[in-house]
């Protein structure tokens, strides 16, 4: 295989394998030469709002494409745009580390108060309270994939516990099912929800799940917004707290009453897109690019071409 | 050995081994017969400001006491009013869980912006801005005692790189020694400082150390404040970051430059007291007592009667 490629990084660029010409392309106004290109890496926009779809509308005007690439673990907005015999590939994984890093953040932010302190600091106020820990607390991960995993490996030297949820059960695993989660709810401290939204996880936390949480136990949503069930939360009035870094709607708009929930902190998704993101996309791209310049199988295939 | 005990919490009561009569004290008024005290937990009080002396005054007045218990690690505070005679423990290791917790609070604080999404929320602002991991980092841990290894156990599964240094290197260990630190200061990211106050380590990260630290990085004091000198942090204007849960002076003053200090995150010396500490403190209390009773060594032994 081999051929051209496009890609987003100069890292890439400069590592492309033997075999690959590979040009830059960061999203905007397109090469004007598109004939050739077998790989398009489709650039990454933290901020899709703010940019039109270009990167993608050009994908019909590649009569040679084989592989289309994204770095996103979704790809569900791509479908619409991508041709017949040519290949598509995510980018599931490369998220893992900056989402599970933030759970934690948004664990601990709960746990101990740290909200409060910058609140606090902002009016010079040096008042302690006691203060909740994350030793000793039960976890249960609802939606135990990769990033599921990638949490559990963080929480477990807190000296927690934690219990593994999926869609189904997988028992070589100590993985419970769905279906076992209201029993799992009464003995949970923190419950962590990072399922994909489908249309049978949509609204997966509401009314009747909180009813069956213990008072001050805490829900984090680093998934999608809709998986919680936004009225709900605001019902439970801070008997049961919540930190979320999404939220329904998203964006949450000024005066929404989340806002100002008793118990809720709030972060504007940015779980997955930190720092951490980056040289793990570019160790991928790489890895890839030299997977199709040698003919061998690619990894992350959503769909075969 | 056993006889008569005075403890602080009805576990440790209602758990006194064979041959041991256990009475609660959680300071304040003293019971009024001391007489055949030969164990005496002193009452553990977050908040020393607000309480009299009188649970170290009466320990004069126990004419049988062998074992003074403390529950902290300090231990400095007691030793005026220690007789000869009393073996002193302390309660090294049980803040270490709290404490490490909090160290990771702080850095993904300050690596994920949680202060900034705490002022944000009240202001009903959604807005994202580019993020800081804590994967990929170079964290420097000054003080590899048990909080230290605490602190690295939990930062690991961040994909994180953790260098050890104490007062004097131990090889074998892969802990350096403190003249090293300068060394070692250009290729960290983080630092953490968790080393005891000392007469040699007072301003251990003063003028000099700033300088030797990369543009962004971290300071993280779950020591004591008066490790890090305070004129130094200012004189940085935001160049070097910062997350303190202690300070020089302490508590921080209204008005004092510190608190708003560009790139610096404060917390009111919450760090090893939260709800962790508790059952940890218990379980050792009951297994002190039970090894008193037995006659056998008794553990964390800082001075022998």
Redesign the interface.
């Known amino acids: 295989m081999g051929g051209r490629a496009l890609v987003q990084w100069e890292q890439n660029r400069r590592n492309a394998p033997e075999g690959v010409e590979a040009d830059l392309y960061a999203g905007g106004s397109a090469p004007r030469d598109l004939a050739g290109i077998g790989f398009y890496q489709l650039p990454y926009m933290?901020?899709m709002a703010a940019v039109s779809d270009e990167h993608l509308e050009i994908i019909p005007r590649m009569p040679d494409l084989r592989v289309l690439q994204l770095v996103s673990a979704g790809y569900e907005h791509v479908l619409p745009y991508l041709p017949d015999g040519v290949t598509l590939c995510n980018g599931r994984g490369l998220h893992d580390?900056?989402t599970a890093?933030?759970a934690?953040?948004l664990i601990?932010?709960a746990?101990?108060?740290?909200?409060?302190?910058?609140?606090?600091?902002?009016e010079?106020?040096?008042?302690?309270?006691?203060?909740?820990?994350?030793?000793?607390q039960r976890v249960v991960i609802v939606g135990y994939g990769s990033i599921g995993r990638a949490i559990e490996?963080?929480l477990?030297?807190?000296?927690t516990e934690v219990v593994r949820v999926a869609s189904r059960p997988r028992p070589d695993e100590g993985v419970h099912g769905v279906a076992e989660l209201d029993g799992l709810l009464p003995g949970a401290d923190v419950v962590v929800l990072v399922t994909p939204l489908t249309e049978s996880t949509r609204g997966l936390f509401g009314a009747s799940r909180f009813a069956l949480l213990r008072d001050d136990a805490l829900v984090v949503n680093v998934g999608r917004g809709a998986l919680l069930d936004t009225d709900a939360l605001l019902a439970q009035k801070g008997r049961v707290r919540a930190a979320l870094d999404v939220t329904d709607p998203e964006?949450?708009?000024?005066?929404?009453p989340l806002?100002d929930a008793p118990g809720v902190?709030?972060?504007?998704?940015?779980g997955g897109?930190?720092?951490?993101?980056h040289?793990r996309a570019r160790a991928f791209v790489d890895a890839q690019l030299a997977r199709w310049a040698a003919g061998e199988p690619l990894a992350n295939v959503v769909r075969e071409g």
Do not use: N
């Not at 897109?273 to 993101?277: D, K, V, W």
């Open positions: 933290p901020s580390a900056s890093e933030h934690l953040g601990l932010a746990q101990r108060d740290l909200p409060r302190w910058a609140l606090d600091q902002r010079h106020r040096w008042a302690a309270v006691p203060q909740r820990s994350l030793a000793d490996a963080r477990l030297p807190f000296e964006p949450l708009p000024p005066g929404h806002w902190y709030i972060t504007p998704h940015v897109g930190s720092a951490a993101f040289p």
